[in-house]
């Protein structure tokens, strides 16, 4: 009797193990599908019913994690530009359509991802979306006046001084900037480029400002810049006047 039950019992276990061993085998292969048979975008098309195409366009900003590289209204990353006048500065949508597809295909090395799996339906969204960022629809970036603060250090020291950030506005309308940018508060400005009001609490370093200076589109791209931006070089400067000009862009607060 007792063999007959150990065997019962034998044959129980092995029965459960290849049960468990079939389930096992299932759901590794549903990690190591080969990245061609697992889609790499599920379309919400049910999800964007009713809505209009910027009602789409904001889910998808929201949804693909845009703001963790860009700012609207002084939130978000800091990686790439601000969308601060976005919908002025991109006129042409099948360019932009291009840049949120693959933006490699306008700047080669740029740090920003293809997004490839969207449908048409999210990037036309998209650009509806985008082309309402104009300085008529800014948040706090267009409102009230500017102040000027000179920024700190670690040990609460000023990093620069009121003459260094005086030179830097004189410069900063000498050299035209103020056709392209608006600070409110200090001096009227165009709107080709990001609202400049609050510059100084965008979280950009000061070698990042330097570097903007000189080389505009090198901060947003891997490798040797290429490809025309919006933004000219001031590497002609002397090296004291560029810094000048970030002290100022940095006081912006």
Not at 42 to 70: I, M
Not at 178 to 191: D, E, K, L, M, R
């Amino acid at each position: 009797m007792r063999v007959a039950a150990n065997a019962l019992l034998a044959i129980a276990a092995i029965t459960v193990l290849a049960f468990l061993g079939s389930e096992a085998w299932s759901l590794v292969q549903g990690f190591v599908a080969p990245e061609a048979e697992r889609p790499l975008h599920e379309p919400h098309v049910t999800d964007y019913e009713g809505l209009s195409p910027e009602e789409v366009g904001a889910a998808v900003l929201k949804g693909q994690g845009c703001l963790s590289c860009h700012q609207r209204d002084l939130q978000g990353g800091i990686v790439g530009p601000s969308f601060s006048n976005v919908g002025v500065r991109w006129g042409d949508p099948e360019r932009l359509r291009t840049q949120i597809v693959n933006a490699h295909e306008l700047y080669p090395g740029s740090y920003m991802p293809a997004f490839e799996h969207l449908t048409d339906q999210e990037v036309d969204g998209l650009i509806a979306y985008l082309g309402t960022f104009t300085s008529q629809r800014e948040g706090p970036a267009n409102t009230g006046e500017t102040q000027i603060q000179i920024p700190t250090d670690a040990d609460g020291d000023p990093r620069f001084s009121e003459a260094m950030i005086e030179r830097g506005q004189q410069l900063y309308t000498q050299q035209g900037c103020v056709g392209c940018h608006a600070v409110n508060g200090v001096a009227p400005g165009g709107n080709q480029g990001p609202n400049l009001t609050y510059e100084g609490r965008r979280g950009r370093s000061d070698e990042w400002q330097l570097q903007h200076l000189k080389s505009p589109l090198s901060v947003y791209v891997e490798g040797e810049p290429q490809g025309s931006w919006q933004m000219p070089s001031y590497s002609q400067l002397p090296e004291d006047d560029l810094k000048a000009i970030v002290a100022f862009l940095q006081s912006l607060r």
